[in-house]
């Protein structure tokens, strides 16, 4: 399988019961990278009522990273106050500089702490596999499985570790900037992003990262 395209290759399941088929499931190439990103303090944030600002910053991460390769499907997965998005190494770089213009923009514009991580496939002792849910005609959800996902969060939480991990810009680069399209907020757009974490560590559909 086209490491590159891996995700878009996978035929769609078309009933919840199938996710449980691992037919229906690959595995995430090894140079491939995990992103994450989740608002530090969420739950206060949103009980002091910037419900709609952590959400926006979330999926924020998402729209950044399909903006750099809008032909190519990535997996990802929303989590309300982040996400989880696998890319291919090749967009490494253009990862780096649209994740810390999204931290910039959650600093600056909204006064939220946007903690970002890219985490290398290699550096994860656990697997990732990646299968897709048909929500409808145009929609497939990402499905995550394995324990990869878990463990790469740990990672990036790890205050001896985390630094390690930090997006870091381009060589040359002074600046970071990303294209900006809009972000629906609607109630029925974000149900279809949620994540939930079953024993088997799985990532589907939702509840907001602590």
Not at 33 to 61: C, F, P, R
Not at 87 to 97: H, K, N, V
Not at 174 to 195: F, I
Request: with cysteine.
């Amino acid at each position: 399988m086209d490491a590159p395209n891996f995700y878009a290759a996978l035929p769609p399941m078309r009933r919840l019961r199938q996710i449980v088929d691992d037919e229906f499931f690959a595995p995430v190439p090894p140079d491939w990278w995990i992103v994450i990103s989740d608002v530090v303090n969420s739950t206060q944030h949103i009980e002091a009522g910037l419900y709609k600002e952590v959400n926006l910053m979330g999926a924020s991460t998402i729209v950044a990273l399909l903006n750099l390769t809008p032909n190519h499907e990535l997996p990802f997965v929303f989590g309300g106050d982040g996400a989880t998005v696998l890319i291919p190494d090749a967009l490494r770089e253009q990862a780096a500089a649209a994740l810390l213009s999204v931290q910039s923009m959650a600093a600056v514009s909204f006064n939220l702490d946007l903690r970002v991580g890219m985490v290398p496939m290699s550096a994860v002792a656990k697997p990732i596999w990646v299968g897709k849910l048909a929500i409808s005609e145009h929609y497939n959800q990402a499905v995550f499985k394995g324990g990869g996902v878990t463990a790469a969060t740990d990672l990036i939480k790890d205050g001896e570790r985390r630094d390690s991990y930090q997006p870091q810009l381009p060589r040359g680069s002074t600046h970071c900037r990303s294209n900006w399209v809009g972000v629906s907020l609607a109630g029925d757009r974000q149900s279809l992003c949620r994540k939930c974490e079953f024993d088997c560590d799985w990532h589907h559909a939702n509840g907001n990262r602590k």
